[in-house]
């Protein structure tokens, strides 16, 4: 492929600057936003184009406001318990209910608890009233000619009840913008088709779909698109007719079959391509016969972030709305995170408080890693121009979750084990309503946050060469003096995570060293790879003769998945993530999968439900059906002084 076939002229321009070019371009063209007339009692969520004003008074005439009789107020003058007065009906009073109407020559209500009935045509009142007592007037809710609503306010369920009040059955509000959503990629399928090797299901355009449906917009899905020049130009003009807003996703990129940029330049525009942001740099910004247009890239990281930073605004603008700050905390961030100089960076994180003190666990960065998305509890961002941020530093982070769901999180930072998954599960599914975030950051790493008071606890499996026990002493030398308690969690196996059939005919660490077999690793400081460094020692076998040794994965379904993939031939993991991909498993050996924690946490409710949950019989099942899990002493806990 020669050089001058890729898009090689990516800019690098700040999202400020590149959000200011687009809305700029945008705001020259008043066609772009349009009003539509509605009925008032389908304009809930629809923002108002106009202000609106009453047409009729409500009430339009005076009401009763109490079920009981009307009089002249002046008749009444006098009445007392020593000098009760009797009133005759039609003579000095009429029954009224609440809503009828008030005609003259009465001026005022007694309500009926207040009347006492002598007869059919005689009652006794025995306090006078006062003018206009219990009368609605004309107007007291609204009157004719007032305005009801303003321009460019959200229509909540009260402000369709004061227009039809204020005689309002038709209003203008801003149209919903029709945005197209376009995804192209020869290696794409849609998720009912076959999946073959190099194909990948599409699920960015509905991502897109979901959000502008929250927006407000209609969203209008079309097929993917083969990268081919001629059939994506045919679809950019459709698309381009038939919406406000077109979405192109994939292709925006420095390929020889990223098209995009060259189809929006030939049909239109092309204002910006290449942003400052990480994820996300080969956004394009553009116009096509006058309509905004994003190339946004395919990643779903990526994707994610440039729909938030660009067409949701975009969308808030069509509705005459502005855009809303995304509400935030002060979090300490848990390790330290490296940043580009040249780029803005967005950092999923998860979220806990500890002591009063909110907890940052920044989460997989990478662009194509959708299930960063599911998990994080927000969003921090390192402005360019930034190193980074260092582990205990206060940062600012914009919240994807409601602020009272994870002040009742419990926050776990430690080894990765499937357990972890099913006990937030069920931890969730509880009526007390904690839930549980999990960070993998290895048995040494969840030592070290629950030293700096950044978890309530750690799943550990730590083995100690010299007396070959699990945990214990790694409290004791890491946490002295801390009134640490271990909770008993249970014992799993460990071994070889090889392909189906073990082709390679794998079975020890020995093997790990043969010409022909590639190793997948777990990180530094994880209890999976102190095990592995473990039994390499006792063999003296040097790790620099075995290849992948350096190559690190966070989880046991990261290497499992490793493994299944062809990527490597072998990785040290547990039975349950082999079985999990169908993969062979030949055992090492039984560890203890435990959890610590500080003792002062132990009779706090998150805590509690925890270890409630992990003595479940409903999770010790669940366990079961994955395999490679025994229970023994499991919930129990040890104090470790």
Do not use: C
């Amino acid at each position: 492929m020669r050089k001058d076939d890729r898009n090689l002229y990516l800019s690098n321009v700040a999202v400020e600057e590149a959000l200011g070019l687009f809305f700029q371009k945008i705001r020259q063209s008043n066609e772009l936003v349009k009003i539509e007339y509605i009925e008032a009692i389908a304009a809930l969520g629809r923002v108002t184009a106009l202000p609106v004003f009453a047409r009729l008074s409500s009430p339009n005439y005076n009401a009763s406001a109490m079920d009981g009789i009307a009089v002249r107020a002046e008749a009444t003058y006098g009445a007392s318990e020593r000098n009760p007065l009797q009133l005759k009906k039609h003579q000095d009073y009429i029954t009224v209910d609440t809503g009828d109407p008030i005609f003259e020559p009465y001026t005022a209500v007694i309500m009926i608890e207040d009347v006492v009935e002598i007869d059919e045509e005689t009652v006794e009142i025995i306090q006078a009233a006062a003018p206009w007592q219990h009368i609605r007037p004309i107007g007291e809710d609204i009157v004719a000619k007032e305005m009801i609503l303003p321009a460019k306010h959200r229509i909540r369920p009260m402000d369709i009840g004061a227009l039809l009040s204020g005689g309002i059955t038709e209003i203008a509000v801003y149209r919903k913008p029709t945005v197209g959503i376009m995804p192209t990629g020869s290696e794409i399928i849609e998720p009912y088709e076959t999946m073959e090797i190099g194909k990948i299901i599409e699920s960015n355009s509905r991502i897109f779909e979901g959000l502008v449906i929250e927006l407000g917009g209609r969203p209008k899905r079309y097929r993917p698109v083969p990268d081919d020049y001629g059939s994506l130009k045919n679809q950019i003009l459709e698309a381009i007719a038939e919406n406000d807003i077109l979405i192109v996703n994939a292709g925006s990129s420095a390929g020889s079959e990223d098209y995009t940029v060259k189809l929006i330049r030939e049909l239109g525009e092309v204002l910006v391509h290449g942003i400052a942001t990480k994820p996300g740099k080969p956004t394009i910004l553009g116009f096509i016969q006058g309509k905004p247009v994003l190339g946004i890239p395919g990643y779903p990281v990526s994707a994610y972030f440039v729909f938030d930073t660009f067409a949701k605004p975009l969308i808030h603008y069509y509705l005459g709305q502005p855009l809303p700050v995304r509400p935030s905390v002060k979090a300490v961030l848990s390790k330290r995170t490296v940043s580009s100089l040249k780029h803005r960076e967005y950092i999923q994180v998860k979220l806990g408080q500890v002591e009063g003190q909110f907890i940052a666990t920044p989460l997989n960065r990478g662009a194509g890693v959708t299930m960063s998305l599911v998990r994080a509890d927000g969003i921090l961002v390192i402005p360019q121009n930034s190193e980074g941020v260092e582990a205990g530093e206060a940062v600012n982070i914009e919240l994807l979750k409601p602020l009272e769901v994870i002040e009742r999180t419990l926050v776990s930072i430690g080894s990765h084990d499937l357990i972890m998954d099913l006990i937030a599960n069920h931890m969730h599914d509880r009526e007390d309503g904690y839930d549980l975030s999990s960070a993998h950051v290895g048995s040494l790493g969840g030592i070290m946050a629950i030293k700096r008071g950044e978890a309530h606890l750690a799943p550990i499996h730590l083995l100690d060469e010299s007396t070959g026990e699990y945990n214990v002493s790694f409290v004791k030398r890491y946490l002295p003096g801390g009134k640490m308690s271990l909770i008993k969690g249970v014992k799993r196996i460990q071994g070889f995570i090889v392909q189906k059939g073990n082709p390679k005919n794998i079975k020890d660490f020995t093997d790990l060293q043969r010409a022909d077999i590639q190793f997948v690793n777990r990180q530094r400081g994880a209890g999976t790879r102190i095990l592995t460094d473990y039994e390499l020692s006792k063999r003296n076998i040097e790790p620099e003769s075995i290849s992948g040794y350096d190559r690190e994965m966070t989880t046991h379904m990261a290497v499992a998945a490793a493994v299944a993939s062809g990527t490597a031939h072998v990785g040290v993991g547990v039975l349950s993530a082999a079985q999990a991909l169908d993969l062979d498993f030949i055992p090492i050996g039984e560890e203890a999968y435990d959890f610590v924690t500080y003792s002062k946490y132990l009779n706090t409710p998150g805590v509690r439900t925890f270890i409630q949950v992990l003595q479940s019989k409903a999770l010790q099942e669940e366990l079961a059906v994955l395999g490679g899990y025994k229970f023994e002493d499991t919930g129990k806990v040890i104090e470790i002084l």
